[in-house]
């Protein structure tokens, strides 16, 4: 079993900043592309940020230099700062991880931290 506990959403006026973090636990052999994505009401679920194990990362086009995702391999922790908000970040964001357990990776889900943006 492996879980993943997000934590740091919240209320943040328009221009504000939020960090997230996301911790990994349970039966890790190791975490490939850790990061996060996003959803709205009535939309679909959008990538945010994705970060590989070396650091490189990979960003949704809405982003635009806001963001910044960062991962703590020691601690199989992952991180979203989010600066120059808008309200239309606003959003459930989900922390996503793809986990080797066994011999295999296998896709994880975060329980999602609401962040709302006020105009």
């Known amino acids: 079993q492996v879980q993943l506990v997000e934590s740091g959403g919240g209320l943040v006026q328009s221009g504000g900043s939020l960090r997230l973090s996301c911790v990994a636990s349970?039966?890790?052999?190791?975490?490939?592309?850790m990061g996060w994505y996003r959803q709205a009401p009535g939309k679909e679920r959008e990538m945010v940020a994705l970060?590989?194990?070396?650091?490189?990362?990979n960003y949704g086009d809405f982003v635009k230099g806001r963001f910044t995702v960062s991962r703590d391999n020691a601690k199989n922790t992952v991180f979203l700062q989010m600066n120059s908000l808008k309200p239309e970040d606003t959003a459930v964001y989900y922390c996503n991880a793809i986990v080797e357990v066994g011999y295999d990776p296998y896709p994880y889900w975060g329980q999602g931290t609401q962040v709302t943006v006020s105009s």
């Open positions: 349970g039966s890790i052999s190791s975490i490939y592309a």
């Open positions: 970060a590989a194990p070396d650091g490189r990362a």
